[in-house]
């Protein structure tokens, strides 16, 4: 007994497939038509999200991730506000002591 090879069960498959096509009836033949037509009605339709939606919805929660990331890595502390600038020019131009003591300015900085 030998075993038939992959070409001829391709072959036997395919005359089998084309001889019961032919002998569908009418009301299978209109029954798969129909299915036919739905299917591509279907596939002709937009999906509701679109890939430019998709790759807005993603760009914006990189965007999101990254601010939250910044944010919460950014330093709590202010550098400088206007009112401390004020106070040092005016420490600097009406009292020149200030520059002996910067040691103990920059100690008390650190200590509050």
């Not at 299978?28 to 339709?45: K, Q, S």
């Not at 005016?90 to 200030?98: A, H, K, Q, V, Y």
């Amino acid at each position: 007994m030998t075993t038939p090879s992959e070409r001829e069960l391709i072959e036997t498959a395919g005359r089998l497939l084309r001889q019961t096509e032919h002998e569908l009836d009418p009301l299978t033949i209109a029954r798969l038509r129909a299915a036919r037509r739905r299917a591509l009605d279907h596939a002709g339709r937009r999906p509701r999200f679109s890939r430019f939606a998709m790759g807005g919805l993603v760009t914006a929660g990189v965007t999101f991730a990254l601010v939250g990331i910044i944010s919460l890595t950014a330093p709590t502390k202010p550098i400088a506000s206007e009112t401390t600038v004020a106070d040092l020019e005016l420490l600097t131009t009406e009292n020149p002591e200030f520059y002996e003591d910067l040691e103990f300015y920059d100690w008390l900085g650190n200590a509050s």
